[in-house]
């Protein structure tokens, strides 16, 4: 069965950067772009940043862009997410996705989420 | 940049049918997925491509978009099924990205 397993969150100071990771097991990694999703306290689901099967395209929502990197290691079946120069707005549960069709991302739907970390970004 | 537009809260009484819009731009030329989230919990797909239901999804839900709205509707509403809805669209005009709506309370009465 599909797992999602994201680590890495906790309470980061303002400027500071964090490393989030999500384990993938249960399907052939390799074959599928994957998505970093967010969620502020009590608040709606915001996208963060899309990669390609093979690490060759991603993209980022404007609110990160030039703060985040997304990125994969297809030997270790591991998505990460290097988030510098955070910020308060940027404290959420960060979840990451599994795309329901392999190779091609867009415009499919995401058919497995993580269970999410929480990063809080506080002095 | 591409907005959807969900209202905050829907209501409905047990059996009763409850739909939950999602206004956007032409959004009836983009594919839309609907999202499940009940609390303490991560999203659950439960509408793909407009209309189509995942495998575990009972029947009760189904989809339609046209125009500038998409409908998520839950025939049969059941106590279990109150939870925040989402729906979600690519946005290609410029990188591609994904865009989701504010999200929809649906309360049991």
């Known amino acids: 069965q599909v797992q999602l397993v994201e680590s890495g969150g906790g309470v980061v100071q303002p400027g500071r950067s964090l490393r989030l990771s999500c384990a993938a097991s249960?399907?052939?990694?390799?074959?599928?772009?994957m998505h970093w999703v967010r969620q502020a306290p009590g608040k709606g689901l915001e996208w963060v940043a899309v990669?390609?099967?093979?690490?060759?395209?991603?993209y980022y929502a404007d609110s990160v862009k030039g703060r985040f990197t997304i990125s994969r290691d297809n030997s270790k079946n591991t998505l990460y997410l290097q988030m510098n120069s955070l910020r308060a707005e940027d404290t959420a549960v960060y979840y990451c996705?599994?795309?329901?069709?392999?190779?091609?991302?867009?415009?499919?739907?995401?058919?497995?989420w993580g269970q999410g970390t929480l990063v809080t970004v506080s002095s | 940049s591409y907005v959807l537009t969900q209202p905050p809260s829907v209501s409905v009484a047990p059996g009763k049918t409850a739909r939950i819009t999602c206004g956007g731009n032409?959004?009836?030329?983009?594919?839309v997925h609907w999202y499940q989230q009940k609390p303490g919990q991560a999203p659950v797909l439960v509408i793909y491509?407009?209309?189509d239901r995942p495998s575990g999804i009972p029947e009760r839900f189904s989809g339609s978009n046209s125009g500038n709205t998409a409908t998520l509707t839950i025939s049969r509403v059941e106590a279990g099924d109150e939870a925040d809805y989402y729906c979600?669209?690519?946005?290609?005009?410029?990188?591609?990205?994904?865009?989701f709506g504010g999200g929809t309370k649906l309360t049991v009465l």
């Open positions: 996705a599994k795309p329901s069709e392999d190779i091609v991302v867009v415009p499919a739907a995401s058919d497995y």
């Open positions: 249960g399907f052939t990694f390799s074959s599928y772009g």
């Open positions: 990669i390609s099967y093979d690490g060759s395209n991603k």
């Open positions: 032409n959004i009836g030329s983009k594919s």
């Open positions: 491509y407009d209309s």
């Open positions: 979600q669209v690519w946005d290609s005009s410029s990188d591609p990205h994904v865009v």
